[in-house]
């Protein structure tokens, strides 16, 4: 199975500055040149909503102040600027192969 | 609109059984492969099971295999998770999801979770 190595767990930013968030998958999620890991957002009380896919591409309404990256298996989610309304967890997943599995969860918190 | 609905859920005792539906509405269901994911009180989310939209392809955890069955009514725009042999470890909110049909792994539409809760 594919692990994914979500850090970090928890993570307090400013108003206004940059959230990062990590994801590291234990082999390649790369098919047909794209890598198919994606991006929720979980807010308190509500169901999770596809942010990212396919690495780097936004979902439908989902504003540019987030984005996708990645580097060697290394896929990072940033989030510039931060808004109120970013307070929620998030989690990286991968769509390669069954069992599709999920990232722990980072949960983002305003400081 | 899409609309994904779960019921069916509640508390059960270690080793018995429940079934879990989705109704699906504002899209064409049969069209769609979908999935079960489950969210353990304060934890993460775990993948449970796929079905694609005729049924032909079926997968399952680790952790469910043998124990629960992923199915669907497409003339009854249903999802359902057949789920026996019920452990604690299952309690948690179950949530459908639809599978996006041009991005492979990408769940794109969600239900409220169903919650079930396995205790003596």
């Known amino acids: 199975n594919i692990v994914l190595t979500q850090s970090p767990a928890s993570l307090a930013v400013i108003l206004g500055q940059k959230a990062t968030i990590s994801c590291t998958a234990s082999e390649s999620v790369n098919k047909f040149g794209i890598n198919l890991m994606h991006w929720y957002q979980q807010k308190p009380g509500q169901l999770p909503k596809i942010l990212i896919y396919?690495?780097?591409s936004r979902a439908p309404g989902i504003p540019a102040r987030f984005s996708g990256d990645e580097a060697e298996l290394n896929f990072t989610l940033t989030i510039e600027p931060v808004e109120a309304d970013d307070v929620a967890t998030y989690y990286c997943?991968?769509?390669?192969?069954?069992?599709?599995?999920f990232g722990a969860g980072t949960k983002l918190e305003l400081k | 609109e899409v609309q994904l609905v779960e019921s069916g859920g509640g508390l059960v005792q270690p080793g018995r059984s429940l079934k879990l539906s989705c109704l699906a509405s504002g899209f064409t269901f049969s069209n769609y492969g979908m999935n079960w994911i489950r969210q353990a009180p304060g934890k993460g989310l775990e993948w449970v099971a796929s079905?694609?939209?005729?049924?032909?392809?079926?997968y399952y955890a680790d952790t469910v295999k043998g124990r629960f069955t992923i199915s669907r009514d497409n003339a009854k725009n249903t999802l359902y998770l057949q789920m026996t042999s019920l452990r604690s470890e299952d309690t948690a909110l179950y949530y459908c999801?639809?599978?996006?049909?041009?991005?492979?792994?990408?769940?794109?539409?969600w239900g409220q979770g169903a919650s079930v809760t396995v205790s003596s």
């Open positions: 079905i694609s939209s005729s049924s032909s392809y079926i």
């Open positions: 997943q991968q769509g390669l192969t069954f069992p599709y599995t």
């Open positions: 396919n690495e780097f």
């Open positions: 999801a639809r599978q996006e049909n041009n991005n492979y792994g990408v769940m794109d539409a």
